[in-house]
């Protein structure tokens, strides 16, 4: 089955540290480009971060660059999100996404990162 | 980072047409042919509808249709089911110099 998995969501301190995972099945991963995608609660959908098929080139939307970084294991078919810094405002539902002409055709079914003292 | 546009909410009786707005700039909607629209259900996770301004993927129905005329993007369900009440968000390639990828503000269709 062509599935994305994540995991590694939980409750952080502001200030503290989380690394997500997402494991890929069903499909060659390494043709693909890597995406995160966030939702705040009640709130729109916001992309993040991406990554290329190789894993050397990445890309941050403003909100987290410096604070978040993306990386990948094509022999473990896996793509991370490693956030430093959390913020109250980064509290959302943290989806992986596979890239498909510049728009995401498959996603995983998302995981919860909550930053609350 | 600023959404782009859409109007929050829709609707229409089944069978009915209803069509959805996505408006953005000469940066993102406009400059490029790269928008593509998500269907998501409460709880779960958005789903490709419309990719490249107005292709389907597999398994869509096809009556989701897309289009574009300047900076304002849009979506239209024909022939309303109640399967289709659902947030809709649209999302544009923004370049990689700039903001990558935008989102849409969402639009809630509701099927009366």
């Known amino acids: 089955e062509v599935q994305l998995v994540e995991s590694g969501g939980d409750l952080v301190q502001p200030g503290g540290s989380l690394r997500l995972s997402c494991a890929a099945s069903g499909f060659t991963f390494s043709d693909y480009w890597m995406h995160w995608v966030r939702q705040p609660p009640g709130k729109g959908l916001m992309w993040i971060s991406r990554?290329?098929?190789?894993?050397?080139?990445?890309y941050y939307a403003d909100s987290v660059k410096g604070r978040f970084t993306i990386s990948r294991d094509n022999a473990k078919n896996t793509v991370y999100l490693q956030m430093n810094s959390l913020r109250a405002e980064d509290t959302a539902v943290y989806y992986c996404?596979?890239?498909?002409?510049?728009?995401?055709?498959?996603w995983g079914q998302g995981t919860t990162v909550t930053v609350s003292s | 980072q600023s959404a782009l546009t859409q109007p929050p909410s829709a609707s229409g009786s089944p069978g009915q047409s209803v069509t959805i707005s996505c408006t953005g700039t000469?940066?993102?909607?406009?400059?490029?042919?790269?928008v593509s629209w998500y269907q998501q259900h409460p709880g779960k996770a958005p789903k490709l509808m419309i990719y490249?301004?107005?292709k389907r993927p597999s398994g869509v129905p096809d009556r989701f249709s897309g289009s574009k005329s300047g900076n304002t993007a849009s979506l239209t369900v024909s022939g309303l089911q109640a399967e289709d009440e659902a947030d809709y968000y649209c999302?544009?390639?923004?370049?990689?110099?700039?903001?990558?990828?935008?989102f849409g503000t969402g639009t809630k269709v509701t099927v009366l």
């Open positions: 000469s940066s993102d909607v406009g400059g490029y042919n790269y």
């Open positions: 990554l290329n098929v190789e894993g050397t080139g990445t």
């Open positions: 996404t596979r890239g498909w002409s510049e728009g995401f055709d498959l």
């Open positions: 490249e301004v107005s």
């Open positions: 999302c544009s390639y923004a370049g990689s110099n700039n903001l990558n990828y935008v």
